[in-house]
């Protein structure tokens, strides 16, 4: 037991399992106690809503049979002859009232729940009554809706009941009902409200008798231990709602009256449309519930206290395994520097497990990681023919070499599409993503067709070295290339072209292979992205000795010189349906001689403004590189555009120089000739040997001026001089400079300068005699 309680204190693990195992027990027996005990509650509930709803039912039962005799005593009543010759008196006659009188007190003494019988007859305004009470008139102000009516009420009679009302549950007969007069007689039947509440407390002994009443479908109280609440509208409260909504024979619910809980029950009355209702606070259902809930949690506790001594044995038993494990890998432990230290027994152990996992896992890497990169080496020795004695020692390259046992080699060479020029379309760290899983993917899928050995060559290009058992390929070759296709589109959205090399026999032919699936992949540049190549598909390739297509070349360069787009563009995909018969040392040659001549043919262009060499330098190398004919097209298109532009550029710079001369020949005679009033744009045009329309036109796009506003401009700055210079009046001057009209004169010049003639020259001189003083 020491033992155990030193391992208690100074174990993490043991100190861990121990609490898991109280508080699992704790949680058990928690919730076993609370279930039961809440089940015991609900059950007790139950009962008493049952015992409820039965002391309910045997008092409406007793209310119906009231009521039934009450009925009876009425129909007793209008059989009698003498009740029926009473009624129909239209003279007093005290005997007859002392008879009835008689009969109607017999009547009441039998029934001990009856207070009074009483008669009343209108035509006379006799009234008997068994207790001598005075008649209501309010009983004759009530509508007649059937021939038995119930109409609880209050009635004060002095020296009566020490002064209290009397409360009455009156039901009223009506003899002559089918008449429905004023008239008409009346008989009434009270009984006290006071023996209804009687008839509940002796069905219910007494104390639950406190907190039930009797309500009408109206929610008015016709009977309650407050008297104060008689004939009290209950309909606001909450839980009379509810009873009154639902309008069942019988049911139980619960709510909240005064912020207490409490059940409630009710039983509908048949005969009566009565409630019968029960209000029970919750805390008094059961008197012992508290009693109950302390005798729980004292049992739970005694469970409690016996889990946890049961805990501690239990993970003893559970930890001796593990005390053994420790003293196994840690035979000397050390001793802690404090004695309250914990000893986290599971980290302890593994951590040594973990140094060893550790070892492990690096000595597998490196034995894994030589193997391999030996194994790599070997392969591309054999790829490029090199001797194997270099790559490994002789034991080694004897292992690999019964691995790659063929007999039957196939090479397939794997070309990323748009992964080069390296940089300009995909990042560096990219590129070596895509061939790290371009390997692995191949690896994946050309497995179950037999020994595959993927490498990496750089660039955009990888290698499959496949061993075969004949020198055909399988028929699962074609699907399974077609899936690392799909496989990279989807995922990484790259495509790849396939090369398949020669299939070769032993391993110093597998060179030849791998050259002959560089050859293949090449035609990717014909067949287009994602093609799948080798012998077969490219033989017709490389026996067709096409000719340069002169023709399609004059047909381009007559296109561009025209500026055409559409004749450049057919021009152009003639010229590459053409080139996509032959092989692809023939596009690439054919394609940049096409280059060429476009270069000699426009030569004349580099004069122009932005003449660009490099771009014929660019396009012959994104030729080169290029990896379909869409590519070539392309780059022949943009190519052409920009010589279109260029020639269009140069058609409109030598334009420009031309009209520039000719505007300049024009001002020049406007300022020889201004003088001559008879100048006009159609003389000078007539001139110059062009339409008025056009060479105004190239006026005004030349000097943001019209001909006319140039003319006029002209000639008013002669005017201005000569104001300014001659003692010449302004009508002689106006003719000098060519217009005649001095009206005319005058609005021009005002115009441009604000002033009249005459107040500009008087402005000059004013200003030249100021100069003069100075």
Sequence with gaps: MRATINRLVRYKAFQKLTISYFLLVLLTVSLLSSVLFSLFSRSAIKEIERNSRAMLSQ????????????????????????????????????????????????????NPYIHSIGIHRPSTGTTIDTAGLPFDASLTALSK??????????????????????????????????????GNPLIYINVEEQSILTTIRKI????????????????????????????????????????????????????????????????????????????????????????????????????VLAGLLLSVLLTSSMNRPLSALLEKVMP???????????????????????????????MQFVISHSSRTVREHYLHALLRGHSLEDS??????KEIGEEVA???????????????????????????????????????????????????????????????????????????????????????????????????????????SYTSAQQYVKYRLIYGKEAILDAVATRHHVLTALSYPGTCEKKLI???????????????????????????????????????SLLKAFDYLQQVPDANFNDYLQAVTDIERAED?????????????????????????????????????????????????????????SIAGLSPSYLGKLFKAATSQSFSEYLNNTRLEQAKELLASTPDTAARISEAVGIHNITYFSTLFKKKYGLTPSAFREQEAVKSNRSDDK
Excluded at 355 to 362: A, D, L, M, N
Excluded at 572 to 592: C, K, N, P, R, Y
């Design 59 to 110: 008092i409406t039962y007793a209310s119906d049979v009231v009521y039934n005799q009450v009925v009876t005593i009425g129909n007793t009543l209008l059989i009698q002859p003498e009740i029926l010759s009473f009624l129909d008196e239209t003279v007093e006659n005290k005997v007859s009232n002392y008879h009835i009188f008689q009969q109607i007190e017999q009547i009441t003494n039998v």
């Design 145 to 182: 809706k059937q021939y038995m009516e119930f109409y609880p009420r209050s009635l004060k009679v002095a020296g009566r009941n020490n002064g209290k009302s009397l409360q009455f549950l009156t039901f009223l007969l009506y003899p002559n009902f089918s008449y429905q007069t004023t």
């Design 204 to 303: 219910s002994k007494a104390d639950a008798a406190n907190n039930i009443f009797v309500i009408n479908n109206e929610g008015k109280v016709l009977s309650h231990t407050d008297s104060n609440l008689f004939l009290d509208d209950l309909s606001e409260e909450e839980y009379v709602r509810t009873i009154l909504i639902e309008n069942q024979e019988e049911n139980s619910f619960t709510t909240t009256i005064a912020n207490q809980k409490n059940l409630v029950t009710y039983v509908k009355s048949e005969q009566l449309d009565w409630y019968f209702v029960s209000v029970s606070p919750y805390s008094e259902l059961i008197s012992d519930i508290d009693q109950l809930r302390g005798i729980t949690l004292l049992v739970t506790a005694g469970i």
């Design 332 to 362: 000397a432990p050390a001793t802690p520097a404090s004695g309250l230290a914990l000893i986290d027994e599971y980290k302890m152990v593994n951590e040594v497990f973990q140094s060893y996992h550790e070892r492990e896992k690096s």
């Design 392 to 397: 490994a020692s002789s034991e080694i390259i």
């Design 406 to 512: 063929g007999p039957f080699f196939g090479v397939l060479v794997f070309k990323i599409n748009e992964l080069e020029p390296a940089g300009e379309r995909v990042e560096g760290k990219q590129q070596s993503l895509l061939r790290f899983a371009l390997g692995n993917i191949a690896n994946e899928l050309l497995d179950h067709i037999g020994p595959c050995d993927v490498l990496i060559m750089g660039g955009s290009e990888a290698v499959a070295v496949l061993q075969y058992t004949t020198n055909q390929p399988p028929e699962e070759l074609g699907p399974a290339l077609r899936n690392i296709q799909s496989f990279l589109s989807r995922y990484f959205k790259v495509t790849v072209s396939i090369g398949i090399g020669d299939i070769c026999f032993g391993k110093g032919n597998i060179p030849s």
């Design 558 to 596: 007559d296109a561009v010189q025209d500026g055409k787009p559409e004749p450049i563009v057919s021009a152009i995909e003639e010229f590459i349906a053409t080139l996509s018969g032959g092989s692809v040392h023939q596009v690439i040659t054919f394609s940049s001689q096409l280059m060429l």
């Design 629 to 685: 004919l869409t590519e070539i097209k392309d780059i022949f298109n943009r190519y052409c555009r920009n010589i279109s532009t260029l020639i269009e550029d140069r058609n409109h710079w030598l334009n420009a120089q031309k009209h520039n001369i000719l505007i300049e020949k024009v001002q020049n005679y406007i300022h020889e000739h201004y003088a001559e009033p008879n100048i006009s744009l159609d003389l000078v045009s």
